[in-house]
């Protein structure tokens, strides 16, 4: 897949993986999709809890499931949509949604287990702005397993 093709798809799954997203207390809504070394793409979405430390990011989520379907080493892209939620459901904003420092680090985990930087696309809710870094780049002198040898 195409690298521009790659970001595009990665972000229209995002953007319909942000609608399920479950955030009755930010009303932020944010959707990850994953690109998987074979083309596939697994989906996450936030999921907050009354008890504001429980809640997912929605990369956590989208790595978890590529986790149990044992392809963690295998995400090679992903992409990143959020914005807040109107009260009609819609999802609105103007500025691109990258990954917290959290999502940066578990991002950082799948890259060094396939051995690999995962590029992250990243953009609004309005599609207006979107971005394109090396999880490298955002997560510079990253710790992982790597370290760990």
């Known amino acids: 897949m195409l690298e ?16 399920h997203a479950y ?4 009303r932020f809504a944010v959707g990850a999709a994953l690109l998987l070394d074979d083309g596939a793409i697994i989906t996450g979405t936030n999921l ?4 504001y430390g429980l809640s997912l990011c929605a990369e956590a989520g989208a790595l978890s499931a590529a986790n149990a379907a044992g392809r963690l080493a295998d995400v090679v892209a992903v992409g990143i949509v959020g914005g807040a939620l109107s009260t009609g459901g819609a999802i609105t904003g103007e500025a691109a949604v990258r990954p917290c420092g959290r999502c ?3 991002l950082t985990e799948a890259a060094q287990l396939g051995g690999r930087d995962i590029v992250v696309h990243c953009a609004s809710a309005d ?17 992982g397993p790597d370290d760990l040898a």
Not at 10 to 17: C, V
Not at 23 to 26: I, K, T
Not at 129 to 140: G, N
């Open 4 to 19: 521009a093709a790659a970001g595009a798809v990665l972000i229209e799954a995002a953007h319909a993986a942000a609608a």
């Open 48 to 51: 907050e809890n009354a008890s």
């Open 104 to 106: 940066r680090q578990m």
């Open 127 to 143: 599609g207006r702005v979107i971005e394109r870094h090396a999880l490298s780049a955002l997560l510079p002198h990253a710790f």
């Open 23 to 26: 955030a009755p207390y930010s």
